[in-house]
């Protein structure tokens, strides 16, 4: 005979296994959900050898940017220093005007003249009074250049055509040309002085006196022969701009107060204190 058993269940139950209300024991991928139903994930330590490529590629990172600075610092620190300052320094050179050759009598044989050139920007004509953004037509700025340089309308609207900048119009203006042109105003029209050589006598004295070329250099005579002492010493004016063309102020040496005090004391200075101040 077979003995039966029978397998008693607590009052409410179904018979089947019930659940931990922690869900799925520990251990199983590492994670487990708590009584809030929040996850909550086991750490677990980093192999050694990951932590030490980490720390390698980070030196090797900062040893390469101390290097590159470095270099930039101290090898090509002179070289970028002057190339920055020659980005921000503007050289005008002088005109390179020549001395005057007169004759015994005094009469001029040689001299210098302002003259200059007329370009114009098609792209930014403004006339005054108008909005600053505003371009005016070329026939209007034509029409006005028109009365002033004795040139028909049509001959300078047909000089500027369809190109939008860097336009000469005219060369070898006189000055009093080139001050009506200036007192007219207008926006996109640049003149540029140059020095131009003249001869009043003519072929007169052409042989001893000599000329210069288009790029006043002196050819023959005394233009060629006196070329030092014609020329004048003239000093290249330098002025720094920022990045948007702002003018910066040049640094200059101060006086040592030293010097100063020297100089007032000496006895040449002492001397002139003595002189009477005639009004």
Same mark, same amino acid.
């Given at each position: 005979?077979?003995?039966t058993s ?5 009052p409410?139950?179904?018979g ?7 869900? /799925?024991?520990?251990?199983s991928?590492?994670?487990?959900r708590?009584?809030?139903?929040h996850?909550i994930? +086991? ?6 050898? *990951?932590? %030490? ?11 390469g940017?101390? $290097?590159? %600075? ?8 002179d070289?970028?220093? !002057?190339r !920055?300052?020659?980005?921000q320094t %503007?050289?005008v050179?002088p %005109? ?6 007169? #004759?015994?009598?005094? *009469?001029l044989?040689?001299? #210098?003249? $302002?003259?200059?050139?007329? =370009?114009?920007? /098609?792209?930014?004509?403004n006339? /005054?009074? +108008?909005?600053?953004n505003? @371009?005016?037509p070329?026939?209007?700025v034509?029409?006005?250049?028109? &009365?002033v340089? !004795?040139?028909?309308?049509e001959?300078?609207i047909?000089?500027?055509g ?11 203006? +006189?000055?009093e040309?080139a ?5 007219? &105003?207008?926006? &996109?029209?640049?003149l540029?002085?140059f020095?131009? *050589? ?10 001893? $006196? ?6 006043r250099?002196?050819?023959?005579g005394?233009?060629q022969?006196? +070329?030092? #002492?014609?020329h ?8 720094r701009?920022?990045?948007d ?6 640094a200059?040496?101060? $006086? ?6 020297? @100089?007032?004391?000496? /006895? =040449?200075?002492?001397d002139?204190? *003595?002189w009477p101040?005639?009004?």
């Open positions: 005979m077979r003995s029978t397998r008693r269940h607590p409410g139950g179904s089947r296994q019930q659940r931990s209300p922690l869900g /799925p024991r520990a251990g991928g590492g994670q487990r708590s009584a809030g139903n996850r994930v +086991d750490l677990q330590p980093l192999s050694p050898g *990951r932590l %030490l490529t980490v720390y390698l590629l980070l030196c090797a990172a900062l040893g940017l101390a $290097v590159r %600075l470095a270099w930039l610092q101290v090898v090509n620190g070289r970028l220093q !002057a !920055a300052r020659s980005f %503007l050289s050179k %005109l390179g005007t020549r001395r005057t050759i007169v #004759d015994r009598m005094g *009469r044989v040689a001299l #210098d003249e $302002v003259r200059f050139t007329l =370009w114009a920007h /098609p792209r930014i004509f006339m /005054p009074g +108008d909005p600053p505003a @371009v005016r070329v026939a209007d034509a029409a006005k250049l028109a &009365g340089m !004795a040139l028909p309308k001959q300078l047909t000089l500027i369809n190109r939008s900048s860097g336009i000469r119009l005219a060369t070898d203006l +006189d000055p040309t001050e009506k042109i200036k007192q007219l &105003g207008i926006s &996109g029209l640049d540029i002085p020095p131009q *050589r003249v001869y009043p006598q003519g072929p007169l004295f052409a042989n001893v $006196v000599g000329f210069l070329n288009q790029e250099v002196p050819q023959a005394l233009e022969s006196r +070329d030092h #002492d014609l004048r010493q003239e000093t290249t004016l330098t002025m701009r920022g990045a063309g702002t003018p910066l102020r040049m200059s040496r101060p $006086v040592p107060f030293t010097a100063m005090t020297s @100089v007032s004391n000496s /006895p =040449w200075t002492r002139c204190s *003595r101040i005639r009004p």
